[in-house]
């Protein structure tokens, strides 16, 4: 499935589920002032077929930062139990439309699995155009364990050192995905001990700003228009950055689709930045 695009239409999805190796899963998950259970929204009504991507309990459980990705062996160990293997393509979605799905494709992709995507518009899409749900629990039980390998590319994860030698270097471009008011240090974080502010050098390039008004990704045209207007070189290597390492994974995917060669993600982002008094931050501008 490698020749597979990055991003799949609901079309797609719908005309090839009934393939052997062809999987959805359900990586939904919000910020707490959303006031939505991913969960219980997945058991509620999801994509035929679909088992649930939990994110959070996908992640690094030995750090207080959230949603860190965990080693190559733990996180092996939790698609094995979803029922994914080495041979599946893997569609992710979400019930915003395009908000965390993008973070599980990274995942997949730092873990070394590129077979998967992600579906553009998501469940609101497929509910707008009247597509079968199903209900209940995963439906992993239907498909059993099945071996899944994990490998770290490290070259698509950027650590707090790798930042603070990027300060010196300016060898890559960091696009914060964080709200302009958030950027420039005008309203509070939301996790406490945080700093309001930026890291030197980034760019301001919020998430939605990449999303047309009905939840899909903007074509690639208009992506390189925006990315240019920011000022970012698509040519050169660029990390993005957010709260908590899950919008970043929008801007990642849009760069992609954009034409961007080289991207990787600070994990920690601005979790890990902003809290450190190591950590050189900037408000206003």
Known sequence: MNEEPVLVTTEWL???????????????WYLPQAARNARAEYEAAHIPGAVFFDIDALSDRTTDLPHMLP????????IRKLGL???????????AGIYSAPRALWMMRAMGHPEAAVLDGGLPKWH?????????????A???????????????????RAMQSNLQTRHEQVLDA????????????PRAGVRPGHMPGAVSVYYGDVLAP???????????????QRGVNLERPIVTSCGSGVTAAILSL???????????LYDGSWAEWGARSDAAVIAGG
């Open 14 to 28: 719908a005309a090839h589920l009934g393939d052997p190796n062809v999987r959805a899963a359900d990586a939904s």
């Open 71 to 78: 080693s190559p062996e733990a996180f092996a160990g939790g």
């Open 85 to 95: 293997g080495d041979t599946d393509f893997v569609v992710f979605y979400d019930g």
């Open 128 to 140: 707008r155009e009247g597509r079968p749900v199903d209900s209940g629990t995963d439906g992993q």
């Open 142 to 160: 239907a498909i059993g364990w099945r071996h899944f390998t994990a490998k770290l590319k490290s070259e698509l994860l950027r650590d707090f």
């Open 178 to 189: 964080r709200s302009g008011s958030r950027f420039r240090g005008e309203e509070p974080e």
């Open 214 to 228: 009905d939840g899909t990704l903007r074509p690639a045209q208009e992506l390189r228009k925006l990315f240019s």
């Open 254 to 264: 849009a760069l992609e689709i954009a034409g961007a060669k080289k991207t990787a």
